[in-house]
């Protein structure tokens, strides 16, 4: 496509997973995908919620130096997600980068569960509320923790490659006024995933435009801004009061997993609580029902 990775639009995800269905349905036993390293991880959220039933493995790849620059990343980790695709008893979406600064090995990601967490370092991209899932090192891959699926050629691909556009993402602040919301409802959006504070929180005073909204038939969802833990809004009045009026947690998914998901869900149902139902189900190793206060810190080799 030769675009630049932060110009990349839901449409532009819809034509990667249909040419990656193609390449697999012609018989592709691994399929690579070279991209930019600013929203990589919210392509391998698409991808991951698009391309089910994988039968082989799907990687993307990027570099954090270019390659006319002496420490660039990208031949390593190009050579890498080639030895990762041919080689992994695998079959879902990953996004493979290095580990730590120097050239020792490489982290293959969950699409899920892989975000950007540095601008320019080469170990940028890191597993949240998860580990990584395999280590390659020069040409060998070695597992660390289980695959959603394994390598299955006679498994049968299903694409479901359609995102729901108007779909917005709301970052909570002290200074955050209601009329951002309001601007959401009369606009037509389908859905507003709300970044709120701790536990799942947004001001008060916010409260009036979300029930707005989601009579208005609006999916309204809430994550975090803390990114590692889970939504819990049980714990305190302000968090059961957006239950009651029809917020859905993220459980623990990270802000853009959870709006890309999100998209997708509303592009896949017909109304509002089949929507609300999808959305919590897990599909894609991006929920965990129990979270582990050890993915917080996790060793640099991911063992």
């Given at each position: ?25 012609d018989g592709a036993n691994g399929v690579i995908i070279a991209h930019g390293t600013d929203t990589l991880g919210f392509t391998s959220a698409a991808l991951s919620f698009a ?65 950007k967490l540095h601008t320019s370092r080469r170990d940028a991209f890191q597993s949240v509320n998860g580990y990584p899932i395999f280590r390659v090192t020069g040409e060998d ?75 208005a038939g609006m999916v309204v969802a809430m994550s975090s801004q803390c990114l590692f833990g889970r939504i819990d809004m049980n714990v305190y009045r302000s968090g059961v ?63």
């Amino acid at each position: 496509m030769s675009v630049l990775s932060e110009n990349i639009q839901p449409s532009d995800w819809t034509k990667i997973a249909r040419s990656v269905a193609s390449e697999i349905k012609d018989g592709a036993n691994g399929v690579i995908i070279a991209h930019g390293t600013d929203t990589l991880g919210f392509t391998s959220a698409a991808l991951s919620f698009a391309l089910q039933n994988l039968p082989v493995p799907v990687v993307l790849v990027g570099s954090q130096r270019s390659s006319d620059r002496p420490s660039s990343d990208a031949a390593m980790n190009l050579i890498g997600a080639i030895n990762l695709a041919t080689k992994a008893d695998a079959a879902e979406v990953f996004v493979l980068m290095h580990a730590e600064t120097g050239d020792s090995y490489l982290h293959a990601h969950r699409g899920t569960r892989v975000r950007k967490l540095h601008t320019s370092r080469r170990d940028a991209f890191q597993s949240v509320n998860g580990y990584p899932i395999f280590r390659v090192t020069g040409e060998d891959v070695k597992q660390l923790r289980s695959p959603l699926l394994q390598r299955n050629l006679n498994r049968k691909l299903i694409l479901k490659s359609k995102f729901e556009e108007k779909v917005a993402l709301v970052k909570t602040n002290p200074g955050i006024q209601a009329s951002v919301i309001d601007l959401f409802v009369e606009t037509g959006y389908r859905g507003i995933m709300i970044e709120g504070t701790g536990l799942g929180h947004a001001p008060d005073r916010l409260q009036s435009s979300i029930k707005k909204a989601v009579d208005a038939g609006m999916v309204v969802a809430m994550s975090s801004q803390c990114l590692f833990g889970r939504i819990d809004m049980n714990v305190y009045r302000s968090g059961v009061e957006l239950l009651d009026i029809g917020v859905i947690p993220s459980e623990d998914m990270f802000p853009e997993t959870a709006l890309v998901k999100l998209m997708w869900v509303l592009a896949n149902t017909k109304n509002q609580e089949d929507a609300k139902e999808l959305f919590t189900t897990p599909l894609a190793g991006e929920i965990d029902m129990r979270s582990e206060e050890s993915e917080y810190v996790s060793s640099p080799g991911g063992d």
